[in-house]
């Protein structure tokens, strides 16, 4: 059962959507409309909207786009019914019951006292008896009790259940001990045991402190040498890092993303304390657009093998892409931050960070690793690979700056390098051009709505249907102007949903509005928002009725079934454009 939707008409209306975009959005006045940064990607002409008028956010960049629930799920990261009860705290609502909603979170809730339960049983065992060896290899890595107290470090006994027993203990089911990814099961005789055993533990926790899952870590050369919590109701590891949530409330004023948990301790404890590591998993577009929420800037520390090389490549254009500013430190003399810490100190590690490469210098350097330039074959390989690259760059100064340097490494002119440039960079405005271009030539591949889940199979249908569905937003006199269209008119599915969605909450004695709107992805909201945004209106009630007018046509068309009906109908089509037949 989903929530009423007067509830969220309600709910709306108290949570106005630019107090809401505006604790994370600087948003300036411009006409009707609110503008800023779009906070979902990267940009420096600001392309984010806010409608407070219809209730809606859209950027017209990257097509986010829904009403005030819709901006908290993406901004926050979660789920539509966790947004709307962070909404109702916020102003002080009740959530009305809803049966569906108030067992899964009640599931949620149960699962992260469990997992919370389970740290405290972790960091008891370190310090008991059983975790003598865990301890011992915590302080042989150079983990201070303070450090350890600060990220929650644990120890799984070398033993089959002692979690389970001890969670057992405490009211926790079998069931409850599987969904929070603690325990294994036996394929054998199906019983369960515990996931974690004889491994330092270190507790995921998310940006809101629950903990969400684990890692543990082996203290000798067995493999894995990291075993994480399997993907939970609670734990994504593509969408959480690990220690930002220490990390978030730095003042340095920029991330550190290395690749390891025991990286970001040791920089955490020798003074960084802005570092995160990713969850056994390669970076993620979901985790850059997290960085982003806290920081504009981004040190990417990888390892210097080729594994970490080509994920510093490939980290580049999603963190770029998220809006950050990045920046790429090499180690030297130590395969990694916490052997270097060990061996050099803080100090030195600081100016190891002012002296780390923007991206651009890091790539070009990568670029000459690939090239014997004392061949003449491999520069000319070398200036025109690097000659793509600086041609990428929008800035003048940029390309001419980067241009020189590759002309110094090529050893050929200043002058020869800015010809290459400039004919790499009217290759790529060209290639651009032309893609827009053929963008333009196809108006229905234009109509098309942005996201690739949703298609028009009846454009000129679903064009009226967007002028309908509009009016009836922004208009709720509108409504009445609709009186015998239905739902199942609409060449649109989507859009048909929308409509009958509206004609409820008319007549509830309600105002049709984008919030009592439920059950629509976060991606067919961004839809809807759009569709307000390219129909602002208002139109008059004769191109009201025309629009109505084709939707009826064009549905009467497709549910024709012989060919004297299709022939009648297109004589009426004719008759209503004032052609003779």
């Not at 420096?44 to 097509?63: E, L, N, Q, R, W």
């Not at 949620?108 to 003598?132: C, D, S």
């Amino acid at each position: 059962m989903p929530f009423p939707p007067a509830f969220l008409d309600e709910l709306a209306a108290r949570n106005p959507i630019e107090e809401v975009v505006g604790q994370y959005v600087n948003l300036k006045r411009s006409g009707s409309n609110l503008f800023g940064l779009c906070p979902f990607h990267g940009e420096k002409t600001p392309s984010f909207s806010v409608a407070p008028d219809k209730g809606i956010y859209y950027c017209f960049g990257c097509h986010k786009g829904g009403g005030v629930i819709n901006f908290e799920m993406e901004i926050e990261g979660l789920s539509y019914p966790d947004a709307v009860r962070a909404l109702a705290q916020r102003v002080g609502m009740e959530v009305p019951d809803d049966e569906e909603y108030q067992s899964r979170y009640r599931k949620q809730e149960r699962l992260w006292a469990l997992a919370k339960e389970a740290a405290r049983f972790f960091v008891t065992q370190l310090y008991a008896p059983t975790g003598a060896e865990g301890l011992r290899y915590a302080q042989s890595r150079g983990m201070s009790k303070g450090t350890l107290t600060r990220f929650g470090i644990g120890f799984a006994p070398d033993s089959w259940d002692s979690l389970c027993k001890a969670m057992r203990a405490k009211g926790y089911t079998d069931e409850e001990l599987k969904d929070a990814g603690l325990v294994s099961v036996s394929q054998k005789n199906g019983n369960i045991f515990d996931r974690f055993r004889n491994r330092l533990m270190f507790p995921i926790i998310d940006v809101r402190g629950n903990v969400i899952g684990f890692g543990g870590r082996v203290m000798d050369n067995s493999t894995p040498k990291y075993l994480n919590s399997p993907e939970t109701e609670i734990f994504n590891k593509r969408k959480n890092l690990f220690a930002l949530n220490v990390a978030k409330k730095t003042k340095l004023g920029y991330l550190i993303l290395v690749e390891g948990y025991m990286d970001a301790i040791a920089l955490h404890q020798y003074g960084f304390d802005c570092a995160v590591a990713s969850l056994g998993t390669s970076l993620t577009e979901e985790h850059a657009v997290l960085l982003s929420r806290y920081t504009e800037q981004v040190v990417l520390i990888y390892d210097g093998d080729e594994a970490g090389q080509n994920a510093t490549r490939r980290a580049i254009p999603m963190l770029e892409r998220a809006g950050l500013q990045v920046k790429v430190l090499q180690m030297r003399d130590a395969k990694d931050p916490d052997e270097f810490l060990k061996k050099f100190g803080a100090d030195r590690f600081k100016l190891l960070l002012e002296e780390s490469s923007n991206r651009v210098e890091y790539q070009l350097r990568a670029i000459q690793k690939k090239y014997d330039l004392n061949v003449d074959e491999d520069r000319v390989k070398f200036i025109s690979e690097a000659a793509e690259l600086v041609s990428s760059l929008g800035n003048a100064v940029q390309r001419e700056i980067y241009g020189n340097r590759v002309a110094e490494a090529g050893k050929i002119s200043s002058d020869a390098m800015k010809i290459v440039v400039n004919k790499a960079f009217k290759r790529r405005q060209y290639r651009e051009k032309r893609k827009q271009e053929r963008i333009d030539l196809a108006p229905a591949v234009a109509a098309q709505p942005k996201s690739r889940t949703i298609r028009y199979d009846n454009v000129r249908s679903a064009m009226a249907e967007e002028i309908v569905l509009a009016q009836c937003l922004s208009d709720a006199a509108m409504i009445a102007e609709t009186e015998g269209l239905k739902p199942e008119d609409f060449s649109s599915p989507l859009l048909g949903r929308v409509f009958e969605q509206l004609q409820q909450q008319s007549r509830q004695g309600m105002v049709p509005s984008v919030a009592g709107l439920t059950d629509f992805t976060g991606e067919e909201m961004a839809h809807i928002a759009g569709i307000l945004q390219r129909n602002p209106g208002p139109v008059s009630e004769q191109a009201m009725r025309d629009s109505i007018q084709v939707i009826r046509q064009m549905h009467e068309f497709k549910t024709a079934d012989t060919k004297d009906t299709l022939m009648e109908l297109q004589r009426k089509l004719q008759e209503s454009k004032g052609i003779k037949a």
